[in-house]
């Protein structure tokens, strides 16, 4: 079913960059509001006009052509109100009716599934199919087939990206594949769990138990109600699985890892931290061997001169240790919406930037339907 709301007034832009958010949670209302107010600067910067004409929930799909109010429909879904309920129609979720609307750009924000990847797998290989990059917040298709979507996809002049997958505001993926080309990688050690880092700091630096720190962090809204995700390790260890698999060896599978988490830290990892003055971070790690690549996630003690020593509260890092290159650290970023939305933007005007004359996205791009 299609429903419609108030268009927005378009702006002059030499490009017209039409988008919609399949999942539209926490994530997918913060891209919507991330967009809208940054709108003036990209189409300065960039010549794009960027236009959100479709979002769904469970509750029902919201569709406009002529653009929707990324402001207003944030602040409809921030205010508890499903889109089902939104004015203009029954709540009938399908999200395929994107396709028929002629996007250039899907945001798979839905919920992740490290199992199957579904609904999020699906929907990515329908946008294929149908002309459109796709641009991935859910990790699931990423962590099961991001090297195979990003062949298919090629065939047809299109992109994935993958950024909010990895790291987020950290360029992970897109730095390794343009800074490291020619040179092989032999191992990935990363801190990439901020909820984890934020507890670990906070139980370092104010002398706070586990539970202390992690009751702050989600007073904060930094942790999650249910925080085994990332406490257990299993965040870590599915971004490590699909940098993995797209920097090392594809056919590394989450099942060959078993994450340690901090959720029941060794006390001797804390004494050991005390006596030597480091500090604990969980670290992802995959390294070369000669039979494949192994990955471990567990927490380790850092001494002052490693990478990972400063790399306190939200913030994240990956070190890419090379045969030509030698060793390379990116660090920075840190954990929240904004920031996820940030880079969902920057995988969008990516997916402008990679895209052939042909391909552009000019509004008419030639799709087989």
């Not at 459109?132 to 298709?141: F, N």
Request: aromatic content about 4%.
């Amino acid at each position: 079913m299609r429903l419609t709301a108030r268009p927005v007034a378009v702006r002059e832009a030499v490009k017209l960059l039409r988008y919609a958010i399949a999942g539209f949670g926490n994530v997918g209302s913060a891209l919507a509001r991330h967009v809208h107010d940054r709108a003036d600067r990209i189409a300065r910067s960039y010549g794009l006009d960027v236009r959100l004409i479709g979002v769904c929930d469970r509750s029902g799909v919201l569709i406009d052509p002529s653009g929707l109010d990324g402001s207003e429909i944030a602040r409809w879904r921030e205010s508890g109100r499903p889109i089902g309920d939104h004015p203009g129609g029954p709540s009938s979720c399908e999200p395929e009716e994107f396709f028929a609307a002629g996007i250039d750009v899907l945001v798979v924000s839905l919920p992740t599934d490290r199992h199957t990847g579904m609904p999020g797998l699906k929907l990515a290989r329908a946008a294929i199919g149908a002309g459109a990059h796709v641009v991935l917040a859910d990790k699931g298709p990423a962590l099961l087939a991001l090297p195979e979507l990003e062949r298919e996809a090629a065939t047809r002049g299109l992109t994935i990206g993958a950024s909010a997958t990895v790291g987020s505001s950290l360029p992970t993926l897109s730095f390794a594949r343009r800074e490291l080309a020619g040179a092989e990688i032999v191992e990935i050690a990363a801190v990439l769990n901020g909820t984890s880092n934020v507890i670990l700091t906070g139980m370092r630096a104010e002398g706070k138990s586990f539970r202390e720190a992690l009751a702050e962090a989600q007073r904060a809204g930094i942790a999650e109600p249910d925080p085994s995700y990332d406490v257990e390790g299993w965040d870590t260890a599915v971004k490590l699985t699909i940098l993995t698999r797209a920097l090392m060896d594809e056919r590394c599978r989450l099942d060959g890892v078993n994450p340690v988490g901090i959720d029941g830290l060794d006390p001797e990892i804390v004494e050991r931290a005390r006596v030597t003055k480091g500090r604990v971070r969980l670290v992802g790690r995959s390294i070369r061997e000669d039979d494949g690549v192994r990955m471990t996630v567990a927490p380790e003690v850092v001494g002052a001169e490693d990478a990972f020593y400063l790399v306190e509260g939200p913030r994240k890092a990956v070190r890419f240790r090379t045969d030509d290159l030698g060793d390379l650290v990116v660090s920075g970023g840190a954990s929240g919406r904004r920031d996820v939305a940030a880079a969902l933007l920057r995988d969008m005007l990516a997916s402008v930037a990679c895209s052939s004359p042909s391909n552009a996205a000019t509004g008419d791009r030639r799709r087989d339907r």
